[in-house]
C-alpha cells in the first residue's frame, strides 16, 4: 500500500526550489482537438485538465467530472488513456459532450456533410420552406430569415444526417443558432442586441454551419489521431445528487470545475443554452429549466450535514444585509454537499479529487469556496493536500456580471481560480497522508502553503 500511496503523490510537486508551477497557461491554445467544437460558458481551459490527470492520475483508468459541462476532463481522459464518465443535468452539455468524446468515422462524415449540403442546396433553390419551432417569443430573438435559414437546416439534418452521427451535426447547428440569434455577444444570459446593433445584425447562418463543420472535422481529425483507441467515455443527462450510475469505490480520480454558485445569479449556463434547446426540440419545461434545477436553484431540504466555519462567517454578514440572499448562497453549498457525498461514494479510497472552483462575491462578501470545499471535504472523509492558483485568461469570464439580475446592480467576476488537491481516505491512506502533509510541512517550514514534490 505504502508503494501504492507514493505513485499517487502529485508527479509536478518538487521539494527542490519550492516553485510553484505556472497553472495559468496564459498564451496556450485552448482549442485543439475537440475542445474548440462550441464555447460553453467557464469551461475548465484543457491544459488545467491534462496536468491534474498527469499529476494526479498515476495507474487510474477511470475518471469521472461530476459537473462535466462540454467535456473538458472527459476529452483529455481519453487523450491520456483513461475510461471517463461525465455528468451533467443541462442537455446542452450533454449534447456537447457526446460529440466531443465520440470515435466518428470521418469517411462516414464526410459523405454526409456531402449529402447534406447537396440537400439543403436543393430546397434553397427550390424556395421550399419548412414548419419553424414554435416557442415563445422566437420573433424576438431571431429575424424572419434568419428562422428560414435554420429551419431548413434543421430540417435537412432530420431527414439526411444518421441518428448515429447527428450529435455532430446538432453541436455545428448550435454554432448558428447563437451567431444567429439577437442575442447581445460575449454574455451568458438572455440580453437582446440594443437597435443600432440589431440593425446591422445580418448573421450568414449557412456559412456559419458550414466554416463550424469543416473545423470540427479538422479537430475530430486530431482527436481520432491522438486519442487511446481503447478507452471510451459515457455522459449522462441527470442531476449528482440524484445519484452516479457507478458502482461504490471504482473511480480512481475526479477532475472536475463545480458551479461557482447558483447559476440564476452566477454563470446563467441555462440562459446560456436556452435557445439553443429550444431549437432542438426541447419541451421549454427542459429548456427554460436548467438553472432552477442546478445546484442552489430553489430552496429545498437536503440530507447531508457539514461543519463550514468559512461559510459560516461569511452567511452571517451577507444575512446582516439580505437574509433572503444568505439563504439561497447556503442552499447552493447544502446541494454541493449533497453531491460531494455522492462523489465521495463512488471514489475509490486512496484516490484523488481535483476541483477547480471560483471564490464569487455577494453583496460585497467574497465566499472562499475553496476553503469551504475543503471544510465539505473533510468532514466527509478526505485529506486536503494543496490548492493550486490560478489567473482567469482563458475562461469566457465577463469583467462584470449581474448578480441580481436586476438593471444597474453589476459587481466584478471572478479572476482566479483556486485547484483544491484532495485524497479520500482509508485506514492506511490516512497513515501515508498524516506523514506526507507532516513531511511537507518540515520541508517547506510553513504549514498550508503550496508545496512541489519532484518525482
Request: contains cysteine; charged residues 25%; proline residues 6%.
Amino acid at each position: 500500500m505504502k508503494d501504492r500511496f507514493s505513485g499517487q503523490l502529485p508527479l509536478p510537486l518538487g521539494w527542490g526550489d519550492g516553485q510553484e508551477e505556472d497553472w495559468d497557461f496564459a498564451d496556450v491554445d485552448t482549442k485543439t482537438h475537440t475542445h474548440g467544437y462550441h464555447v460553453y460558458p467557464a469551461m475548465m481551459i484543457p491544459q488545467v485538465a491534462r496536468r491534474l490527470i498527469r499529476s494526479y492520475g498515476g495507474g487510474a483508468r477511470l475518471l469521472l467530472d461530476p459537473f462535466c459541462g462540454s467535456g473538458t476532463s472527459l476529452v483529455e481522459a481519453r487523450l491520456a488513456g483513461l475510461d471517463a464518465v461525465g455528468i451533467d443535468l443541462n442537455p446542452f452539455a450533454v449534447l456537447l459532450a457526446r460529440a466531443k468524446t465520440t470515435d466518428y468515422d470521418l469517411p462516414t462524415l464526410l459523405r454526409q456533410v456531402r449529402q447534406l449540403r447537396q440537400f439543403v442546396n436543393d430546397l434553397v433553390r427550390r424556395g421550399v420552406e419548412v414548419p419553424f419551432p414554435s416557442f415563445y417569443n422566437i420573433d424576438y430573438w431571431f429575424k424572419p430569415e434568419v428562422q428560414r435559414d435554420l429551419a431548413l437546416l434543421r430540417y435537412g439534418i432530420e431527414r439526411v444526417i444518421e441518428p448515429e452521427e447527428r450529435d455532430f451535426f446538432w453541436v455545428a447547428f448550435a454554432a448558428a443558432v447563437r451567431e444567429g440569434s439577437n442575442t447581445r455577444r460575449g454574455e451568458y444570459k438572455l440580453h437582446r442586441m440594443p437597435e443600432p446593433a440589431l440593425h446591422t445584425h445580418k448573421p450568414q447562418v449557412f456559412a456559419t454551419f458550414w466554416e463550424r463543420i469543416e473545423r470540427n472535422l479538422r479537430g475530430l481529425q486530431e482527436f481520432l489521431r491522438e486519442r487511446k483507441p481503447h478507452t471510451r467515455a459515457e455522459v449522462h443527462e441527470r442531476d449528482v445528487r440524484a445519484g452516479i450510475p457507478l458502482p461504490a469505490n471504482s473511480v480512481d480520480i475526479v477532475v472536475t470545475s463545480p458551479p461557482y454558485g447558483d447559476s440564476q445569479t452566477t454563470v446563467a449556463y441555462g440562459q446560456f443554452s436556452r435557445l439553443v434547446l429550444q431549437w432542438l426540440g426541447y419541451e421549454d419545461s427542459i429548456a427554460k429549466s436548467v438553472d432552477k434545477r442546478a445546484l442552489g436553484g430553489k430552496i429545498t431540504r437536503t440530507s447531508t450535514s457539514y461543519p463550514a466555519p468559512s461559510l459560516e462567517r461569511a452567511l452571517e454578514v451577507i444575512s446582516r444585509i439580505s437574509p433572503k440572499r444568505a439563504l439561497q448562497v447556503k442552499q447552493f453549498y447544502d446541494d454541493f454537499a449533497d453531491a460531494f457525498s455522492e462523489i465521495t461514494r463512488v471514489v475509490k479510497p486512496g484516490a484523488y479529487g481535483c476541483f477547480v472552483v471560483g471564490n464569487r462575491t455577494v453583496k460585497g462578501v467574497q465566499l472562499p469556496t475553496d476553503a469551504i470545499l475543503i471544510e465539505i471535504a473533510t468532514h466527509l472523509g478526505w485529506t486536503h493536500l494543496t490548492t493550486h492558483h490560478r489567473k482567469i485568461p482563458n475562461k469566457r469570464m465577463p469583467l462584470l456580471n449581474s448578480p441580481s439580475n436586476r438593471p444597474g446592480d453589476i459587481s466584478p467576476t471572478m479572476t482566479e481560480e483556486h485547484i483544491v488537491v484532495v485524497q479520500k481516505q482509508g485506514k492506511e491512506e490516512k497513515t501515508y497522508a498524516r506523514r506526507y502533509l507532516e513531511t511537507k510541512a518540515l520541508r517547506t517550514g510553513c504549514e498550508g502553503r503550496n508545496f512541489h514534490l519532484r518525482r
